[in-house]
């Protein structure tokens, strides 16, 4: 993180979730400064009044069933402020409707501490993190156009491998570090090459080539 505060702002209609985000942020990032909204308008009114505003998590469903309408109009608010939904549901098109309407990520409401660190940092960082179902992974596949995915494998050395499948069960770089008994900066320089082998620029890319070639993790 650089120096300037942390200002998170957490969407949410159910008091209990909106507290659980809350408190999970300040225990992640605690020099963090969050707000807190259990409406549209009252998330709209924080933002005018907010300067430096760093990030939203923003529930789909908020007040509406329709919570890509809120999802758009809380975008067009923000100007460059990042917005990451997020939701209870792991829908293909959730997901996708999500990102295509400009949030830069989507975090499952049953993840983990660590997932909602590693979004956020992967965010902020200028990023777009997707959870990685199989089902969202493959309805991303079949939308985009073919390209030659053949021997994927093949083009990585054995440790790329391994950090290969663990970026696909959706593991921070600290969490591969960990599990390989190597060092952080070391998971970097191996996924930078994986990027450059595969031909893409981040992770959701990666992920999505994995699944045009049908490479999966044996759980995500």
């Given at each position: 993180m650089?120096?300037?505060?942390l200002?998170?702002l957490i969407?949410d209609d159910h008091?209990?979730v909106?507290h ?7 225990e992640l990032?605690?020099?963090a400064?969050?707000f807190e ?10 933002v005018r009044?907010?300067e430096?505003?760093s990030?939203v998590?923003?529930?789909l469903h908020?007040?509406s069933?329709?919570?890509?309408s809120?999802?758009r109009r ?6 460059d402020v990042p917005l990451?939904?997020?939701s209870?549901s792991?829908e ?9 309407a ?10 983990s ?9 992967l965010?902020?960082?200028?990023e777009t ?5 199989r089902?969202v992974?493959?309805?991303?596949a079949?939308?985009?156009p073919?390209?030659?995915t053949?021997h ?8 790329q491998?391994d ?6 069960a959706?593991?921070?770089n600290?969490e591969?570090a960990?599990?390989?008994g190597?060092?952080?900066g070391?998971?970097?320089v ?7 082998k595969?031909g893409?620029k981040?992770?959701?890319q ?6 045009r070639?049908g490479?999966f993790?044996?759980e995500?």
């Open positions: 650089t120096g300037d505060r200002k998170v969407v008091a209990l909106l659980g985000f809350a408190l999970s942020v300040l990032f605690p020099e400064e969050v909204a259990n409406s549209l308008d009252a998330a709209l009114s924080i009044r907010t430096d505003l990030l998590l923003f529930d908020l007040d069933d329709d919570g890509l809120n999802v809380m975008i067009e608010a923000l100007d990451i939904v997020i209870a792991d293909s098109a959730d997901v996708i409707d999500s990102v295509r400009g949030a830069k990520g989507y975090l499952l409401k049953s993840g501490s660590a997932l909602l660190e590693h979004a956020i940092l965010v902020l960082s200028g993190y997707v959870p990685m179902p089902t992974l493959v309805s991303a079949t939308a985009e073919d390209r030659p053949n994927m494998l093949d083009r990585l050395t054995d440790r491998r950090v290969f499948q663990l970026l696909l959706g593991h921070s600290k591969i960990r599990s390989l190597v060092l952080e070391t998971v970097k191996h996924v930078r090459a994986i990027m450059q595969l893409v981040n992770r959701t990666v992920a999505v080539a994995a699944a070639a490479c993790p044996e995500v």
